[in-house]
């Protein structure tokens, strides 16, 4: 039985102290981890999110970190030229890449490399997201390391609730259940200039060609022809959605059809608001789920939808992961229960 008085999951920001950056990024991950959407799931005050900076009280040692704390840890390591050029902390990166690997599936080590030409230095088992490569704004990298995280996040709990529904199986061998999450795309074929439809293929576009997703992610939607309710009590049941709201999705009866499946079997749940003159009438069941602003197909905003997709894949996971938790071992799920890996 899970002990309710821990966390089930903590992120812990690292960074040396001289990286101004650091502060910011570690800041902005507490803001998003910790909004009120994620509290719904993990209670209380959302994600655990905790700073590892400051050096312990007399010492020249960071703050340890305490895996025994949660159930699960993220450890995320912001290394600039600071980080990278003190044998302290690299030591202590060392110490963290050893706890990790020792914890097993619990806890993953995600490294960031901040500064160009210090990635091989902080590059261990695990691989480097290279923040140095990313273009724009502190702003807009902050955003894509949020997406990034997110999605990495995803995959540590997609194993780890395998390792939960079947925990006598070695790390190797969990991989053989591993199943891409399934993510249905519902949108109308009734615009003007198939309007619905392009955005569906721009968003399904994107989904395949984002490092890592491809991998993660299988995309449907149903192609004309085939019977409504042959495809889409099965695929909703176990999909996330993405619903792509143009001015004519709420007339069109397959779409809200769509909606009204994925609201009774709770599945994750995103609207890209596409809306280009207006709705004739607006549909309710579209309401209480998030909502992006998604205009002309821009990339960025394309990215928007995905990142706020993956927050919901996310939360289903950590939702999935504390309800085998609570079982007990005898009475864990299946391989046959339902859920986004099956």
């Known amino acids: 039985m899970i002990d309710t008085a821990r966390p089930f999951i903590v992120i812990y920001v690292v960074w040396h102290p001289s990286f101004a ?5 570690a800041k902005a991950l507490f803001e998003h981890f910790r ?19 400051a050096l312990a009280d007399g010492t020249d040692e960071p703050l340890p970190i305490d895996l025994a704390a949660a159930e699960t840890s993220a450890i995320i390591v912001l290394a600039d030229q600071n980080f990278a050029q003190d044998p302290v902390w690299m030591d202590f990166l060392q110490r963290i890449s050893d706890q990790t690997t020792a914890a097993g599936l619990s806890t993953v080590l995600f490294p960031v490399a901040m500064d160009p030409g210090i990635i091989n230095q902080i590059k261990k088992a695990e691989q480097a997201l290279s923040w140095s490569d990313w273009k724009g704004s502190i702003e807009d990298k902050v955003f894509k390391l949020i997406g990034l995280l997110t999605f990495q996040f995803c995959r540590m709990l997609r194993h780890y609730l395998e390792h ?30 198939d309007a619905g439809e392009q955005v569906a293929k721009a968003i399904r576009k994107k989904l395949t060609e ?25 695929q909703i049941e176990i999909s996330a959605v993405i619903a792509v709201h143009t001015d004519s999705f709420s007339s069109r009866e397959w779409c809200r059809r769509e909606i009204i499946e994925a609201k009774r079997h709770n599945r994750p749940l995103v609207i890209a608001n596409c809306i280009a003159d207006r709705d004739e009438r607006g549909f309710p069941y579209l309401g209480n789920v998030p909502i992006i602003r998604l205009e002309n197909k821009k990339a960025s905003r394309l990215e928007a939808v995905i990142n706020a997709l993956l927050d919901e894949v996310l939360k289903d996971f950590l939702w999935q992961c504390r309800v085998e938790l609570m079982r007990p071992k005898a009475k864990r799920a299946s391989p046959s229960c339902r859920g986004l890996l099956n």
């Open 21 to 25: 950056v650091g502060h910011t990024v």
């Open 35 to 53: 909004r009120e959407s994620y509290e719904k799931i993990t209670g209380g005050t959302g994600i655990s999110v905790v700073y590892r900076y």
């Open 164 to 193: 939960l529904r079947r925990p006598d199986e070695t790390r190797q061998a969990l991989l053989s259940f591993l199943k891409k999450v399934d993510i249905f795309l519902s949108h109308s074929k009734h615009d003007k200039n």
């Open 210 to 234: 984002r490092d890592g997703l491809g991998s993660f992610f299988d995309v449907y939607d149903i192609p004309p022809g085939l019977k409504f309710h042959d495809v889409l009590l099965a």
